[in-house]
């Protein structure tokens, strides 16, 4: 089955899933990338697939669970696809935003270094961070939305920020 | 004194970036509509996979399968039997080289093998040789496109743009005949050269928005996600791009970025044509004013991404931009070829092929990497944590051409680098060298060249690593200059 039915126009379910669900899959690649181009290129590239090829059985039972897992992988991809091919520009958006707000040379360091150590971590601490710090989630909301149990999320909480702040301090010797 | 790093938890509160609530509000709408338009022409996999019902025979499908039969055969036959079978191999590119199939333009490499019929282009500064099956070379210049043709006595190359030099075969198959717009001139003699475009830069009228409007710039209020004055040190706006199939946006740019975009193509961005001051004149407002524009495509252009646009692989976008900026800003351009200062990459103590092959595969898993992602051309990455004073880097080759190496390494100097060892082939390398820590606030990875005593041990490195080095030079860049641009009046 795909998420449309004719060719006369996205079905029903699909544009459901899509106004349901883009502004999350949005905001999840925004805080990755940091900015808006590649927030958007995210969500039209991953809803485009999904255009083309079947629903996949995840999608059908649990759609916010796999557009973010599906959301954070492809802002992964872009930073660290950009990052190889050193063109860095766009992600300076918002940090230069953030400069030009707080006027400190320190905030510009540690918000560069936030998203450089950010695109090194592992996909599935990527997810549980922004959960809790870009989406406010709680440990339970995170727990039931992964399908894992809150303990499981407490220690996966506090293993991601101490892989980060290890990743921070190295980028911060630069 | 350097504070400590702030908590973790802290941090993420305060400078996690999130998405403001004013700027996502149109885009919904605007993807939805993308994904809509690409509904019209649906690819989805029950296209491709034959159905029960589709592969149900009927006499007509039967015969309708006969007659297509007869005709792939007939094509297979002719190309068979045919010597010929018309196609050309790229024998050496020197910068960007695309061919245009079926609307979309796709990067063609050493090697790769070119049909006829199936237009080629070189982008600004590139070049490209062409080899044809009897040995003849075309030698294009920068920004032309040609086409191959099969002739009844030969082939007939034709110059739809730029500028190509023909070398026939010793002993030619057929033929060769190249067509401007204006004529037909068969080849004779050892070379022939034939041009096609004059300058200044002459843009082309086909190719325009259906409707566009230009206005400067209103700084948008604390949280909004942009800034007033976003123009790096480089001189490139960090405006938003948005491109989907109907609609063609950018915000807070001003011209200079604009132009660069306008005649960018891959590998020559505005950071590119800044740093190697490939675009010049104009006046100051063309770096300090920025401008909003937003401007409906034509229906049946090709789509692009935003991504595909700011890396100048968007052609059809790319001239509709030339041909505002040349209506609205009155912006005249003239294409000069300049000499600057430069590096040529040449030979050290490595003297051929064989030896850069054996060095190469000596750097290989010499040096640990923080970050791996192999298969990845060209790329610097950190390996170490340094001692606080320098930290090792590694540029990182993967079946990267001694060409790729000399544009990697001109983005590392900040000078343009020509590729002079002579050494054909890729190679796969890990060259370590030392980022030196600076008061500059030069960070590996922005985009900026490397300060003096980086660029010092990268090129020490070089040397000792793969036994190649830089040489100072004075080389030739071809520079876009501005000869009359006016401010737009609002609409």
Redesign the interface.
Known sequence: M?P?LS?D??TQEF?RI??EH??FV??TA??I?????????V???L??KL????MPESLKQEPKAYLYRAAVNGALN?V?SK????????R???L???V??SEG???E????N???SIA?LKPRAVEI??L???HDFSDAQIAKMLGKSRGTIAVSLYRA??R??KL???G??? | MKRPLPNTEEILKRYLPRAPEQIMEEKGERILEHLRSHESHPRTLDDERPSNGLWRLTPLRFAVGLIAVAIVSGFLLKALVSPNNLYAIVETTDGSLFRVAEGKSQVARVGDKIGADNPIRTEAGAGAVLKLPDGSRIKMGPESEVLLEQIEDGTRIRLNDGSVSVTPAKQPAGKLYVQNREQTVPVVGATFQAAGTAEPIQTPLSDKFDVASIRPSTPIPAGGGARGNNTTALGCSMGEIQLDPRRFVVTNVNLYTLVTMAYASPGRDCQFFSLTDSLAGGPGWVRSDQFDIQATIPEGTPSYTATQFRKGASREVQKMLQALLADRFKLVLARETREMAGFALVLGKTKDAAQLAQLASETIGKFPVIVVQPGEPLVPRRTGTGDGRSMPWLLEGRDASMKELASRLAALVGRPVVDHTGIAGQFTFEIQYEWVRDASRDIPGLGRPLNSDSISSLLKSLEEQLGLKLEATKTAVEVLVIEHVEKPSEN
């Open positions: 795909v449309r060719g126009g996205l544009e899509f106004r883009w502004q949005y905001r925004y805080s990338t940091g900015n808006h181009s590649d927030a958007e290129d969500v039209q590239t809803f485009l255009l083309h090829r079947e872009i660290r990052k190889r091919q050193n063109l860095a520009t766009d300076i958006e918002h230069e935003t953030a030009a707000q040379e320190e905030q360091a540690i918000l560069q936030l998203l450089d090194q961070l922004l809790r710090y870009a920020r101490a980060l702040r921070m301090l190295r911060e010797e630069l």
